[in-house]
């Protein structure tokens, strides 16, 4: 005996569970992953719905051993083809949809794989590499990281650098750089830029997330901010709440626009302490350095309960609704502004 | 006062200068260059008519100098984008004839940019590479190479490259191998191979030139055969005449079909003594070894008198139509035969 209200509340429920589980659900996209990489960990990313993935291939490594990443990954696609493939372009997310499986999309966190050779530049964007770090927290050959304590801005080779980036449609990416060459490379560059995996400074101070002048340079030059679940970039660390979460976001949103917004979980799954300490330390010193976290805290600290992995990305949807974002909104944050920024920064650009 | 045959010749020229001087003349497609490359050399190429180019970026070069030569064809791209294009697939030879363009096609002449790294046949792919022969001379990891005194076939590794080769699209060359190499290369591989640029050893006895039963070989499991103009490999070297090259080529399409069959110049414009020694030897040794020349004839001997360069490739059109093979034969081995192996072979097999 349904009454309108009984079929309309079964209409509700067959569309919701439609939404969950079938693929008309909202595009997914996590713009920053770095995990010791396994057919659990692809698996987990088809459940949570993730149509594409930005991974991190090298941190420290030169070119030749770049390549060799490149070489691994091969064999994920040849081994898992009905789970993973590899995503060079935003049509390539389509087809992924299409079949079930989500792109891969490669970066580099530092521009050591290019070595003091602009020639790299194209080649590694042939061999896949979609977004480049200008720096890792330290002084590169092209600008100036995040944790040093002056900021030159853009070298005479990062100028050339970043022009060559944008013939070929390598995004330059600047999460891990300081301020001033985040600005000057925004501005510098004529396609936009990207800050894959940060949050807003002023939601919680920590070194690796952006002013709000950074976070203005970038989206008004069109670029995209990617927000981290990284729990050193997270107001009260591994227990901030998904609601504080999500009002960041929706803040963030009213400041610098929702389309130019969306995830970079910034998710380092399954990595033992070592990989953490090579990210940090690679061969630049023989010290110690913690990064983001102290000698107390020397390990990868506990993912908030509501975001352990790929299968929880629902719940940041969920999260964002609840904030009285339109649904055009959540869409863009959950993937659909990562698509458009990828379909239009990905290609060379037309001799 | 034109009568009916006045008429038929006047047609009979306009054609002929249609097919000359205009695109819509026969494919032409050269199996292998390998020039000190310039503006001057590509222009050629155009004045030839020629629609793609198979051109050699290794000899002896590890994987990471070959990445060099990758960076330097990448900046003839940028720089002379009227004439030349890079070529991957069939369809590029297209767009190439479309934009009055030559395609380049990459092949490495030696195993040696992959060094004992399977993973690296995938990603010289991507960057490009199309045919890559499995010995340059000598024995290589992967075979037996012409020059050497006992032929073992294709080693452990080599039947794994060849498997991984057919499987990403990227042909085995066996224009440098010894007979038993090559016969087993072709019966193994379950894609055609090529020998891209050589001759029949009945014609000119070189070393290089390729047995009878070589020749079978391939050609019955579907393989091509590139007829080489490098003076070592022509009856009377330097002094050969077109007549002789042409009917040489005719009675190879009356042994092993007119299907299997194209050129491969072996043209080597513009080079210095110095990369001929570099091509013989490499690192491989500190004496000096002549290859197919001599003590007496040690540089690069003198091209025949009817093929300089590029730009006359015509005259092998001409004297093949000579012959008394039909059209369809002349089209097929003036391009035609190299267009079709290309787009079957160039790309990687359906998983």
């Known amino acids: 005996m349904l009454g309108e209200t009984g079929i309309g509340n079964l209409w509700h429920a067959f569309s919701k569970h439609s939404l969950d589980g079938q693929k008309d659900s909202l595009m997914r996209i996590d713009g920053l992953q770095y995990a010791n990489w396994s057919e659990k960990i692809f698996r987990q990313m088809r459940k949570g719905n993730l149509d ?5 291939i090298a941190y420290h490594e030169n070119f030749r051993e770049t390549v060799l990443n490149f070489e691994r990954w091969n064999r994920w696609f040849e081994t898992c083809p009905d789970l993973i493939m590899k995503g060079q372009s935003a049509a390539d997310i389509d087809t992924a949809r299409a079949t079930g499986r989500t792109a891969i999309f490669f970066g580099l966190q530092n521009p050591s ?3 003091d050779d602009i020639g790299l530049v194209e080649i590694l964007h042939t061999l896949g590499a979609r977004f480049m770090q200008l720096t890792y927290n330290n002084q590169s050959l092209l600008a100036t990281g995040c944790y040093e304590d002056e900021d030159t801005g853009l070298t005479r ?8 980036m944008n013939r070929v449609g390598l995004v ?5 750089s300081a301020d001033r060459s985040t600005i000057e490379a925004a501005e510098l560059s004529d396609r936009p830029i990207a800050i894959t995996h940060a949050n807003p400074h002023a939601w919680h101070p920590a070194r690796r997330n952006k002013s709000d002048a950074v976070l203005r340079a970038v989206t008004e030059n069109g670029g995209m901010l990617g927000f981290s679940l990284y729990p050193h970039h997270l107001k009260d660390k591994s227990n901030c709440t998904l609601v504080s979460f999500c009002e960041m976001i929706a803040r ?4 610098y626009g ?5 995830i970079g979980s910034d998710l380092c799954q399954d990595q033992p302490d070592s990989v953490v300490e090579w990210m940090r330390v690679g061969r630049w010193t023989k010290e110690i350095d913690y990064g983001e976290g102290s000698a ?11 975001f352990q992995d790929s299968r929880d990305f ?3 949807e969920t999260g964002l609704r609840a904030t009285g974002l339109g649904d055009s909104e959540v869409a863009g944050i959950m993937g659909g502004n990562w698509f458009r920024f990828f379909a239009q920064n990905f290609k060379p650009r037309p001799m």
Chains 1, 2 share one sequence.
């Open 52 to 56: 594409a993935v930005h991974v991190t």
């Open 113 to 115: 794989p290019i070595e």
């Open 157 to 164: 080779m990062g100028k050339q650098v970043v022009r060559e």
């Open 172 to 176: 330059v990416d600047m999460s891990h």
């Open 252 to 255: 963030a949103a009213d400041l």
């Open 258 to 262: 929702p389309d130019h917004l969306g």
């Open 296 to 306: 107390s805290e020397a390990g990868f600290p506990a993912m908030p309960d509501w």
């Open 314 to 316: 629902g719940n940041i």
